[in-house]
């Protein structure tokens, strides 16, 4: 493809494709899948195109699976069937890189269960973090955050304004060469279709002035551990307690399968016996933009109300985060215990070293409190998950990286890049 915008998980794909027998692409509508496997793929077949395309793909899975390799098989889940059809396809090919399957909704386990080892690989595709789309300076490679000691350093970039302006105009790739009330008034198309249209996919689908509600209430509550109780009663739910919040549990669960809402689990991890951790999780969307467009925020409300400001800055860091975290197997939790210890973000590698974050908009004052609840996390933990630490970081929306003097890292998020 010409003029394709590089994301971060190319080199993912690259790699899937040439170790196991196709690669599912999983994210949220208009994050970009199909454009991304399009610039991987040599033939195609989208199965949203027509009812015939479907049919075929229904009664004959084998002429909708010839063409050349890798085959792209673009919204697969619109034929639930076509999975186990790839599946005995990749089989009996022996070969690897045979197809991409791109989809909106998560399969269900009875149609993959069966993947097999070596099949199927599964991967999701996010919104545009800054490095993707140019806003990052690129002057913190992400990667330098998992050696220790470390010194990082950068000047310039995006200004606060500036920030203002990325929370709502967001991550969509369409969008990002738009004015934030251009976008903001695309997403509000989009939110509106997530309620009225993505969520009529699902196995039943709550009504969507039900949905509609909720997404306006996660939106109030962004960065947040609120309740199921809250939301419930934010969203209109008025049975018995123990009703509303299952129902409110299950609206989640399916805003989760069509990736709209992607929960900050709580980090699990060995603590001293002084102390208990919290393990609720915190609300984030995939990306800021589709809870703006639900409020109607626009930077200038932003710039007005800084507690808003920075409970939404967290949100567009902890998304870029999660990002980054991908490129290095990364996963990406927060951290809260009984004391009433809060750290925003612990991203966790495979071989169990970590890297905690706290994100604050960037005052001097802000900055000292942050780098002194990270050194009391270090506190908390057994000196064995203690030593397993290799950087104290503080996220912020300014024009300065720079590491302090007793080693905690203050980086912009406009600096990052992985």
């Known amino acids: 493809m010409k003029n394709y915008n590089k994301r971060l998980l190319d080199q993912k794909i690259e790699k899937k494709l040439k170790s196991t027998g196709g690669i599912l692409l999983k994210g949220v509508r208009f994050c970009g899948k199909t454009t991304t496997a399009m610039h991987y793929a040599a033939s195609i077949v989208r199965l949203d195109e027509s009812e015939q395309i479907r049919e ?7 002429i909708v699976l010839q063409g050349d390799t890798p085959r792209l098989l673009d919204e697969w889940q619109l034929v639930p069937s076509i999975w ?17 399957l791109t989809g909106s909704t998560s399969p269900s386990d009875d149609i993959s269960a069966h993947t097999g080892a070596g099949r199927i690989a599964r ?51 369409a969008l990002i060469n738009e004015t934030p009330e251009i976008a903001q008034e695309a997403m509000i198309d989009y939110v509106e279709n997530i309620a009225y249209v993505d969520m009529r996919t699902l196995s039943a689908p709550p009504t969507p002035e039900r949905i509609s509600a909720l997404i306006r209430s996660l939106s109030r509550n962004i960065s947040t551990e609120s309740s199921l ?16 919040t299952s129902t409110v ?18 980090w699990k991890t060995h603590i001293r016996s002084s102390v208990q951790q919290r393990i609720k999780p915190k609300w984030h969307f995939v990306d800021t933009s589709i809870a703006t467009a639900a409020l109607r925020i626009l930077p200038t409300g932003l710039l007005n109300d800084f507690d808003a400001f920075g409970v939404f800055f967290e949100s567009m860091a902890i998304r870029d985060l999660r990002i ?5 197997d990364g996963k990406v939790y927060h951290y809260r215990d009984s004391s009433g210890l809060e750290i925003d973000a612990i991203v966790e590698l495979p071989n169990e070293t970590w890297a905690a974050f706290e994100i604050k908009l960037g005052s001097t004052k802000s900055i000292d409190e942050a780098a002194n609840n990270l050194q009391k996390l270090l506190t908390r933990l057994t000196p064995e998950k203690a030593a397993q630490c290799v950087s104290l970081n503080v996220l ?9 003097k007793d080693g905690v890292n203050v980086v912009s998020l406009g600096h990052l890049f992985a």
């Not at 186990?84 to 991409?100: C, L, M, P, T, Y």
């Not at 999701?124 to 002057?139: F, Q």
């Not at 109780?229 to 509303?244: F, M, P, V």
């Open 56 to 62: 075929q793909a229904i009664l004959a899975p084998q």
């Open 396 to 404: 912020i929306a300014g024009t300065s990286s720079y590491t302090r």
């Open 249 to 266: 549990r299950k609206y989640l669960d399916q805003l989760s399968e069509i990736f709209v809402l992607e929960e900050l689990p709580a």
């Open 84 to 100: 186990n059809a790839v599946r005995a396809e990749i089989d009996h090919r022996s070969e690897k890189g045979q197809f991409i």
């Open 229 to 244: 109780e809250k939301l419930a009663t934010e969203t209109g739910i008025i049975d018995q307690s123990s009703i509303a």
């Open 123 to 173: 991967l999701t595709l996010r919104t545009m973090s800054l490095a993707e789309s140019n806003e990052s300076i690129k002057a913190v490679n992400f990667n330098d955050l998992f050696i220790k000691n470390t010194q990082i350093g950068g000047l310039g970039g995006v200004e606060i304004q500036g920030y203002a302006n990325l929370i709502v105009r967001g991550g969509m790739p």
């Open 324 to 328: 980054y975290a991908d490129t290095l």
